[in-house]
């Protein structure tokens, strides 16, 4: 064991790296609990489109295999190029921490969540996670695996021109949390509470998984 404590042991652990060293620092444990978290984080941006008072349809849908798919009907999380980054606005919401709509208040008067760390950390934390938007009559999609991005934000159909939204499908990383299987009991409770708490939203809970 190295007992060396100099200049050249201090580590700098670069964008979503950091997440995937230490996830509990984000997302509070790698138990059942921070699984269950990711689905919170994902739907919270949601609510904080409600909050705002441009959704009120959120369906979340847990598949076989305990992927998770969250689809909001809000204005899409931007798709035009974010000058300082240099990559579009969705990419930056998914790839760089604390990045969001939330800071400097020009977004959101209200919000939820991890106040923009948290698309970035669930994606981080999964094996693979898609987001599509709906803006403008079309249909947008990038993809991520384990963080890094697979293929650039591109076009890959049409929507009705009044279509608005955002859908992230992911997969939580068997390397990362103990147990990847989701507890329909707690999802609905907490999604009962949001809805409950959220004028106006309404929350539908899939369970495809069957027995």
Not at 52 to 75: F, L, Q, Y
Not at 126 to 151: A, D, F, M, N, P
């Amino acid at each position: 064991m190295s007992t060396e404590y100099g200049a050249d042991q201090i580590q700098i652990l670069e964008g979503l790296e950091a997440v995937r060293k230490r996830p509990g620092m984000y997302i509070g444990s790698t138990s059942t609990r921070g699984l269950h978290h990711l689905v919170y984080e994902i739907v919270d941006n949601a609510v904080d489109e409600a909050l705002a008072g441009v959704c009120d349809k959120i369906h979340v849908t847990v598949h076989p295999g305990n992927s998770v798919t969250v689809e909001d009907n809000g204005r899409g999380i931007p798709v035009g190029i974010n000058h300082k980054a240099g990559i579009p606005a969705v990419e930056v919401v998914f790839t760089i921490l604390h990045a969001g709509g939330k800071f400097g208040g020009g977004g959101y008067k209200v919000s939820g969540g991890l106040h923009g760390v948290g698309a970035s950390v669930v994606n981080a934390l999964s094996e693979w996670l898609e987001v599509t938007i709906y803006h403008e009559g079309k249909i947008y999609r990038q993809r991520y695996e384990r963080g890094q991005v697979i293929y650039k934000l591109k076009v890959i159909g049409e929507c009705e021109p009044g279509r608005t939204g955002t859908t992230v499908s992911f997969l939580p990383d068997k390397e990362i949390f103990d147990d990847t299987v989701y507890d329909y009991d707690t999802l609905k409770r907490r999604f009962r509470e949001m809805a409950f708490l959220t004028k106006g939203l309404h929350i539908v809970l899939t369970d495809e998984r069957g027995e």
